[in-house]
């Protein structure tokens, strides 16, 4: 019962830098979210998706790029890293829109841009 | 535009003794709100939640929340906290979006 699944769990980037963090769920949610933790920050909402093909900007979406080919998975990209992005990346997704279901948490992502 | 904000960013409590943590929301419409809960080195782990309804919502481990409209507030009650509560405490309301509040790290001391 694998709920969802983030890879990989920590990387370490040179600024200028690009990556994609990959978010996989295997329990047919039609929503999908990319939040980043800071300290005193709570979770901010990156980008987000509604339904396979679909994405939709959050709180904080610049710098990042997402894709929603497949609905089990959701893809965070950073094309172009900054020390600004040094936070830890949870995924998470629900049914709906929170009123069926809340959200289901990967373990997160710790990204450190030197 | 639609926001939280929870009052108290570091709480200290002695086992046994009673929790409130406070919760604020902006927002012009209906809301669904939740309070979530991460323990340390964890994700976020779903406390309760509110849709509609009694205002006075049970979580698990004993934890209520009570919505009170007038004041756009969503605060978070244990009777009598317990070490393992120890955690980082989160608000969230959706709104348009689901957004979340900074966070209050509960720190409980046996």
Redesign the interface.
Known sequence: NAGVTQTPKFRVLKTGQSMTLLCAQDMNHEYMYWYRQDPGMGLRLIHYSVGEGTTAKGEVPDGYNVSRLKKQNFLLGLESAAPSQTSVYFCASSYGQGLISPLHFGNGTRLTVT | AQS?S?HN?HVILSEAASLELGCNYSYGGTV?L?W?VQYPG?????LL?Y?SGDPLVKGIKGFEAEFIKSKFSFNLRKPSVQWSDTAEY?CAV?GG???????TELSVKP
């Open positions: 939280v929870q960013h669904n939740f979530y964890q994700h976020l782990q779903l939640k849709f989160f959706q979006k689901l957004i979340f509040g900074q966070g």
